[in-house]
Nanobody, 125 residues
């Protein structure tokens, strides 16, 4: 089992920044990919970013150039730095983990077997 706990969400003005954290515990060594997804009211959960190693990351087009993933293996924590935030970024952000390493598959929330409870990000205009 893997447990994921997100933190770092909050209310920020457009153009501001937030850093989300995802602390993992349990059998984390078996997880190949850590992902971030978000879900806005009335919308489907969508891919934000995924990380497999320091240099193996993927970003949705909506976050390219603004979002940056990093991980601290010693702390079993993944970070999502979000800069130049826009009101469209408002959503609940979820951390997820999967044993799947495939780039294509890891864009799909169905590929992830472990999820955190989410953290709310609200960007005011």
């Amino acid at each position: 089992q893997v447990q994921l706990v997100e933190s770092g969400g909050g209310l920020v003005q457009a153009g501001g920044s937030l850093r989300l954290s995802c602390a993992a515990s349990g059998r984390t060594f078996s997880m190949a990919t850590m992902g971030w997804f978000r879900q806005a009211p009335g919308k489907e959960r969508e891919f934000v970013a995924a990380i497999r190693s320091r240099v193996n990351t993927d970003y949705a087009d909506s976050g390219k150039g603004r979002f940056t993933l990093s991980r601290d293996n010693a702390k079993n924590t993944v970070y999502l730095q979000m800069d130049s935030l826009k009101p469209d970024d408002t959503a609940v952000y979820y951390c997820a983990a999967t044993r799947i390493f495939s780039t294509a598959q890891s864009l799909n929330p169905l590929a992830y077997g472990y999820w955190g409870r989410g953290t709310q990000v609200t960007v005011a205009s």
